[in-house]
């Protein structure tokens, strides 16, 4: 999982009324998107920061156009962005990057990393180090998730995650 420095980030944030050709790696928001997805140059890699309120079914006939979807957790206890990567890496087959935004904490990087986020901006003041370290602490899970589908009585002996 790649832990996100917002003052370096990749990533810019499209500012309504932005003028001229769309730039590489802007971040927009849905509302954003909406108002310029048509005339969004395809081959220009754009990021969509997506409400966590919303259905992500929404966003799945733009996916193919789309290098980032940015999830949003407002309090570290609203888990419905959980279930909207899940269901992009699972259902929709995005490949892109995926990433946890707002309260996140290094608690939640396990189960970050087992529904589909590949990224995260943690919350100021966690440690990326203590993430990291948390997510080499179970070597596998009895459940399956979106990188083993079997739960693992089901995976072959000695197999591991």
Do not use: C
Not at 26 to 48: C, S
Not at 65 to 89: E, M, N
Not at 137 to 145: I, K, L, N, S, T
Request: zero cysteines; glycine letters at 6%.
């Amino acid at each position: 999982m790649n832990f996100i420095d917002p003052l370096h980030d990749d990533w810019t944030p499209w500012a309504d009324g932005e003028p001229g050709t769309p730039l590489p790696n802007r971040l927009l928001t849905w509302a954003q998107w909406q108002q310029v997805r048509e005339q969004w140059p395809a081959d220009v890699p754009v990021g969509v920061a997506f409400p966590n309120d919303a259905d992500i079914e929404a966003l799945e006939p733009d996916l193919p156009r789309i290098a980032l979807v940015a999830l949003h957790f407002p309090k570290w206890t609203d888990g419905r962005a959980y279930s909207q990567a899940r269901l992009l890496r699972n259902r929709y087959r995005f490949s892109g990057q995926v990433r946890a935004t707002g309260e996140v904490v290094v608690d939640m990087v396990p189960l970050l990393h087992r529904t589909g986020f590949d990224a995260a901006v943690l919350r100021e003041g966690q440690s990326a180090e203590v993430a990291r370290r948390l997510l080499a602490h179970f070597p596998a899970y009895y459940q399956g998730d979106v990188h083993e589908r079997q739960p693992r009585f089901r995976r072959p002996e000695g197999a591991v995650a």
